[in-house]
C-alpha cells in the first residue's frame, strides 16, 4: 500500500474537507476538494489535483471554482458520453449555511485542464452532493440529499446529463444523506446511506427500477457516527465499503470488504489515531489499483492506493 499527502500545506486553505475522485479515460486521476480558512467561509474554493498516468506524484493544487464572498463545497464529478467532464458543486449565500446551498455545476471539454462558466442546475435550497454518479442503461442517477430534511433523493438524467429530475425522498427515522450507490447483478440499485441524529448504523435500501423508488430503508450492524461513507463494486463483484465504524467520533477510519450478497468482514483499519479521519472516496482504476482520497485531520487530502491483494491478505486469518 501506498499512503501519501495528496497535497503540501496550504497556507491560504489551510482547513480542508470531501474529496472525491475519479478516472478519466487516459488514465489521469482527478480530484477535487473544499479549502479554505475553515468550513462555510467566505474564501472557501473548490480546489483540484492531478495524478497524471504512470506518475508518481500529484500536480500542484488549483483552484477549480471560486465564488467570491461565497463559500463552495461537496464537489463531485460525472464523466459524459460525449467526452466532457462535469464538476457538481455546492455554492452557499454569503453568511448562510448548508441549508441555503444551492446546487451547480460546470463543464470541461479537455479533461479539467480548462472548465467553462458555472450554471445553476436548479433552484433548491439545501440540496447537496457528496457521492458519485451510477450509469445505468438509458440514464444516469446522481445522488443528493435535501440538508433541510436530511433525506436522501437521486437526481434523475436519461438525456445523458442535458436535464435532471429529483426522485422521491429516501426516509428513515434518524435521517439519511450521502446515498452510495451499485449496481446488483439482478440489474437492481444497491445504496448505502449515512445515518442523521447523532450516530447509529449505515442505512442500507434497494431499488428494483433503476432508481425511480427505493424499498424501505433498513439499518445495517455497520456502525456510523454521523459520518461520509463511500461503497464501491469491485471488478471481480465484491463489494469494498470505507467508512468509520463507530457510533463516535470520525476515527478510525477503516475498510470493511464483502462478497455481493453482503458478508461484510471485520473492519480493517488505515488509520486509528486521534483526530478526524473521514470523508473517504474509493476509486478502482483500470489497472486494478484501488485509489482512495480522505480528509486528514481537516489539514490535508490525504492518498492511499492499494491492490486486492493488499488487504486480501490482511483479512485471512493466518494458518
Known sequence: MISRPLHPPLPQQPSVHCATLCQLPDGTLLAAWFGGTRELARDVVILGARLESGATTWSAPQVLVAVPGHALGQPVFLPLADGRLRLFCNV???????????????????????WGPLQALMDH??????????????????????????????????DGGESWRLGEPIVSPPGNIH???????????????????????????VSRDCGESWTPPQPTSIANPNAGLDLIRLAGGDLLLAC??????RTPLSLLPASPNEDWRR??????????YSYPTLCQARDGMIHMVYTWRRERIQHVCFSETWWRQRLTPPA
Open 179 to 205: 446515498a452510495c450507490l451499485v449496481r446488483l447483478d439482478d440489474g437492481g440499485v444497491l445504496a448505502y446511506l449515512r445515518t442523521g441524529g447523532q450516530g447509529g448504523f449505515l442505512w442500507r435500501t
Open 125 to 158: 435550497p439545501g440540496l447537496m452532493f457528496r457521492s458519485k454518479p451510477l450509469h445505468l442503461p438509458g440514464r444516469i442517477l446522481l445522488p443528493a440529499y435535501d440538508e433541510r430534511m436530511w433525506h436522501s433523493r437521486m437526481l434523475i438524467s436519461e
Open 267 to 276: 473492519p480493517l483499519a488505515l488509520e486509528e489515531g486521534e483526530g478526524e
Open 244 to 249: 468509520n465504524p463507530v457510533t463516535r467520533g
Open 92 to 114: 452557499v449565500p454569503p453568511g448562510e449555511r448548508w441549508t441555503s446551498a444551492q446546487p451547480h455545476f460546470q463543464d470541461s471539454a479537455n479533461g479539467g485542464r480548462k
